[in-house]
Nanobody, 124 residues
């Protein structure tokens, strides 16, 4: 069982930066793939970024490439999402998720554990 708790959301002006954190419980954190998803009002949850537990490989949705950076600190059981050059369309509730599949996935249904979400609001 893995419990995830996000933090770091808030209100920021367009062009600004935020760093989201997701702290996880569990002694086998390092083996899990970790993902960030977001859900804007009236829209479906969408994939943002993920990092593999086995290889450290990272993956990003095209819209955030070059602006967001995912990283993990296995010693601290924490995954981060550094968000730069934020745009109003990045406004959403951001969720972190974990799964122990062999392959890194961008599909939300493949993730077994979810945090409660943290609100990110980007003003224009």
């Amino acid at each position: 069982q893995v419990q995830l708790v996000e933090s770091g959301g808030g209100l920021v002006q367009a062009g600004g930066s935020l760093r989201l954190s997701c702290a996880a419980s569990g002694r086998t954190f390092s083996r899990y793939n970790l993902g960030w998803f977001r859900q804007a009002p009236g829209k479906e949850r969408e994939f943002v970024s993920a990092v593999s537990g086995s290889t450290g490989r990272t993956y990003y949705v095209d819209d955030v490439k070059g602006r967001f950076i995912i990283s993990r600190d296995n010693a601290k059981n924490t995954v981060y999402l550094q968000m730069n050059s934020l745009k109003p369309e990045d406004t959403a509730v951001y969720y972190c998720a974990a799964d122990d599949n062999i392959f890194l996935t961008t599909i939300s249904d493949d993730y077994d554990y979810w945090g409660q979400g943290t609100q990110v609001t980007v003003s224009s």
